[in-house]
């Protein structure tokens, strides 16, 4: 199978060698060499190139190196969220958690439900913040991962062609790099931001967003806006090491430890709830049903 292909593309490629590939996968070079061989043939490209100091990874390698990790990274999680499923109830609820996606939000509500509706499974499974994730979980929602906690609005929902429940508005914060002179600060007015370069989500991926960016750009312009297309670590790597200001909200305060989120003197908010699939199996619709029947009738402390 190709993920047995990818495996030992990969090891080789660690290892430099295929000698040495083949002695940590306890197999022949032979074996490996025939591997290697076989996916080369079905690309239609060389990976490496052979010479008596090892092995090299061509151009097309070197590309195909990334997506290889991420296909194995994703083969082995199905593996092991489909074991595990194959071992619950079916009232298993899976829900997705990354840095930027903290299930931790919620955590009276997820407590609570257990305790009322005791025959849901709450299985939480993480996941890494790629562009590639993002995508083939909010298409797919219902297959790995059954809810997604975040914020989202309706042009999210219509993009990635997923639902949303809102659960609360989540104030609209700003990330301030720990060495900046914002950061002594404890809140930050509009002003406070003048002269400074603020990093915004592209216009049309949220109208919160944009109605953010309208604002500063009618009523404050000495705030200059940059553009940038997808929340992950390396949004907030350049919020710290460029000197740069970024649009973030208050869960979001332990993503990066030289990033200080601070509240903002506006009345911008997000949507933050739950993303689930279009057609939701009736497990699924089941928990939400449970879910909004628990917060209509009790008030949780979200504190996005």
């Known amino acids: 199978m190709y993920h047995r292909q990818l495996k030992t593309f990969l090891l080789a490629a660690d290892c430099g060698s295929f ?54 990274r994703y083969w082995e999680d199905s593996v092991l969220r489909a ?48 562009p590639e994730n993002a995508r083939e979980i909010l298409l797919h929602l219902g297959r790995n991962i059954d809810i997604v906690p975040a914020l989202f609005d309706d042009t999210l929902c219509t993009v990635r062609h997923c639902r949303g429940y809102e659960l609360v508005r989540a104030p609209i914060c700003c990330g301030v790099p720990v060495r900046h002179p914002l950061a002594r600060k404890d809140a930050l007015d509009v002003s406070d931001l003048y002269g400074e370069c603020l990093m915004l989500m592209h216009r049309g991926w949220s109208a919160h967003v944009d109605a953010l960016r309208d604002d500063l750009t009618a009523h404050h312009p000495e705030i200059r806006i940059e553009d940038f297309h997808f929340y992950s670590l390396d949004a907030f790597n350049r919020c710290a090491h460029e000197g740069k200001l970024l649009m973030t909200v208050g869960s979001w ?19 933050c709830g739950l993303m689930y699939a279009m057609n939701p199996t009736g497990v699924v619709s089941d928990f939400l049903k449970a879910v909004r029947r628990l917060v209509r009738e009790r008030k949780f402390l979200f504190q996005p």
């Open 253 to 271: 305060r332990d993503v990066h430890p030289l990033v200080k989120v601070l509240p903002v003197a506006w009345r911008h908010t997000f949507p």
């Open 83 to 130: 074991r595990s499923a194959a071992c619950a109830d079916g009232r298993l609820i899976r829900i997705g958690t990354s840095p930027l996606t903290p299930a931790q939000v919620f955590s009276a509500l997820w407590a609570e439900i257990e305790q009322v509706h005791p025959a849901f499974r709450l299985r939480f499974v993480p996941f890494e913040n790629t």
């Open 19 to 72: 000698n040495r590939a083949a002695e940590l996968s306890y197999v022949t070079p032979t074996a490996v060499i025939k591997q290697i061989n076989l996916l080369e043939s079905s690309l239609g490209t060389r990976l490496f190139e052979r010479s008596h100091r090892g092995l090299i990874l061509t151009s097309a390698g070197r590309s195909f190196y990334d997506d290889a990790a991420y296909m194995m």
